[in-house]
């Protein structure tokens, strides 16, 4: 299992394998949403905050 590092509380988040890039996943420390930026290094950043959009 790869471990990668949660940019908000620096904790491990482990990973599988078979991780893909722009895999979105959660630290399991602080709960903030993670994204897979990078697989060569490893490296996670905050998933972008998405908009909803109710057609207004």
């Not at 949660?6 to 996943?25: I, K, T």
């Not at 905050?46 to 909803?52: G, L, S």
Request: charged share 25%.
């Amino acid at each position: 299992m790869l471990n990668g590092i949660c940019p908000e509380c620096a904790a491990p988040v482990p990973l599988r394998e078979d991780v893909v890039l722009h895999e979105f996943l959660t630290c399991p420390e602080c709960g903030v949403a993670l994204e897979v930026i990078s697989l060569s290094p490893l490296t996670l950043d905050r998933a972008p905050q998405v908009e909803e959009d109710w057609g207004e």
